[in-house]
């Protein structure tokens, strides 16, 4: 089964969201969260989660979006790379 991510933006207020792995953050104003693979930032005011499927991984939020900001999600090094680069 392939998974898809696909985001319905409606007037900046309501975004609806799926392919969500997990939601690291939420607070009003930003919401982070892991979508396939890929990290999400969303950047708003007055951000609510209206809905969370944890096992579709499926969420809406409303409140006003300012931003959303994707980006690859990072591998976790060991300590010896880290040290040795």
Do not use: Y
């Amino acid at each position: 089964m392939v998974k898809e991510n696909i985001l319905r933006l409606v007037n900046r207020n309501d975004l609806t969201i799926t392919g969500v792995e997990k939601v690291i953050s939420f607070s009003p104003s930003e919401v982070n969260l892991l979508a396939l693979d890929c990290e999400m930032k969303i950047v708003g005011h007055d951000l609510q989660t209206v809905k969370l499927d944890e096992e579709n991984g499926d969420l809406v939020i409303s409140g006003l979006i300012d931003s959303i900001k994707w980006s690859a999600k990072k591998e976790k090094q060991s300590l010896l790379k880290r040290i040795f680069k």
